[in-house]
């Protein structure tokens, strides 16, 4: 399991208390936060870009984070192709799917999510990891296990079919409210902020 502390609104003191008890991965959801971020904390600590990312962005990151949890379009498999071979990395990345088809969600719909993998198989600079989702923000327990419960079987499904190189390590689901149900239907890699440093004032 891995947690991923999210810092987004967090101020830097706040995080270098937590690095001290030894975290050393953070999550961030907007470009500009997560420069800024790594301009004051350094290196020695994993990026994760969980949030919404403009291909005209990923210049800026593409060499920096260890994973990018938002691929959901060709234009951003483009582009971070493109910076991937500038920068000769290859760079890991997880698909976001909406799985509730929310419309102020961004990601892919479940049934798109196969056809989209097999287009991205094809670039050099690009290496799925995984799934992403971030649930409807309901209390209705039975429905969020039904979501989380399709993304493991999405997940579940693209390994049966045995692609080239295609390893799905990570399914990153669970946030603050619903975690615990995430884990219990095969999340292994949960996002949490308020859950660690308290209510967000924005
Ligand atoms: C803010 C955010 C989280 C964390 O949400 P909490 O409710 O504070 O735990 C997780 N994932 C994404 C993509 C986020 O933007």
Redesign the pocket.
């Known amino acids: 399991m891995e947690l ?1 502390p ?1 810092t ?1 609104t967090v101020e830097v003191a706040k995080i270098e208390e937590v690095i001290e008890y030894g975290i050393n991965i953070i ?1 961030e ?1 907007r470009v500009q936060e997560l420069e800024k971020k790594m301009d004051v904390l350094g290196p020695g600590i994993d990026y994760h870009m ?3 990312l403009q291909s005209n962005k990923v210049k800026y990151i593409a060499d920096k984070v260890k994973l990018i ?2 691929l959901d379009r060709e234009s951003l498999i483009k582009e971070i192709e493109k910076q991937g071979r500038k920068n000769n990395t290859v760079m890991d990345v997880l698909v976001q799917v909406n799985v509730a088809e929310e419309k102020s969600k961004h990601g892919l719909k479940t049934e798109q999510v196969v056809p989209f993998i097999e287009k991205v198989l094809s670039y050099d600079y690009i290496n799925i990891k995984g799934l ?1 989702t ?1 649930a409807p923000h309901v209390d209705d327990e039975k429905y969020l296990r039904k979501i989380f419960r399709t993304m493991y079987e999405l997940k579940e499904d693209i390994l049966r079919r045995n692609y080239n190189g295609l390893s799905m390590d990570y399914l ?1 689901m669970g ?3 619903d ?1 615990k149900i995430a884990i219990e239907e095969g999340s292994n890699m ?8 308290g209510e ?1 004032n924005y």
């Open positions: 991923i999210v987004k999550g959801n969980i949030g919404h949890h938002s992403m971030i990153s946030m603050t409210n975690y949960v996002r949490i902020g308020r859950g660690i440093f967000r």
